[in-house]
Every structure is written in C-alpha cells, then in structure tokens.
Nanobody
Framework: QVQLVESGGGLVHAGGSLRLSCAASGSISSIYVMGWFRRAPGKEREFVAAIAWNGDSTYYADSVKGRFTISRDNAKNTGYLQMNSLKPEDTAVYYC?????????????WGQGTQVTVSS
C-alpha cells in the first residue's frame, strides 16, 4: 500500500500562489505516476496534473496549463503542485493520488485532501 499526505492548502487572493506537497510512504516502488485532482463544491472530481514517478512525462488539464507546475523529488518521496495566478474557480479540495498507470484506476491510492480557497 501507499500512504499519501497532502499539505500546503490555504486561503489566497486571486492572482496569488500556493504550493501543495504530497508526501508518499509505504510501497514507493509501486508508484508509476503521481497526480493531483480536485473537487469543487457541487462538482465532480476532476484531473489537474500528473507526472511520471521516474521520468519526465507530465500532463495538465487545459484549465491549469501555464499556471500550475507539477514536480516531484524522489529523494524525499514527495510530489508538488506549484499553483500560480490562482483564480476563484480554482477553489476546491485538492487530492494527491498515486497510480500504477496513467488511468488512476481502482488500484490508485489517494490522500485525504487539502482545501484551497481563492478569494476574488
């Protein structure tokens, strides 16, 4: 199993920045990809960004391209999501996930989530 713990959420004004962290522990060797998802009030969970745990591949949702950057530090078993130029519509609970494929299927692991609130 993989345990994931997010941190770094908070309240920020529009145009501001936040960096989320996702600390992984447990079966690190089973991680193929790490991703970030979010769920806004009254909406379904949506994909934000993902990165290969070993490699350079990254993917972003169109809504965050050019504003958010995903990265990871394998030595620290930690993933990051740098969020710049935040907008009120970015307000959501952000979840970190680890998966064995880019699909993040039933065998993916999830963190507990961290709240990001962007005020206008």
């Amino acid at each position: 199993q993989v345990q994931l713990v997010e941190s770094g959420g908070g309240l920020v004004h529009a145009g501001g920045s936040l960096r989320l962290s996702c600390a992984a522990s447990g079966s690190i060797s089973s991680i193929y990809v790490m991703g970030w998802f979010r769920r806004a009030p009254g909406k379904e969970r949506e994909f934000v960004a993902a990165i290969a745990w070993n490699g350079d591949s990254t993917y972003y949702a169109d809504s965050v391209k050019g504003r958010f950057t995903i990265s990871r530090d394998n030595a620290k078993n930690t993933g990051y999501l740098q969020m710049n130029s935040l907008k009120p519509e970015d307000t959501a609970v952000y979840y970190c996930a680890s998966g064995k494929t880019w699909v993040f299927g039933d065998d993916a692991y999830w963190g507990q989530g961290t709240q990001v609130t962007v005020s206008s």
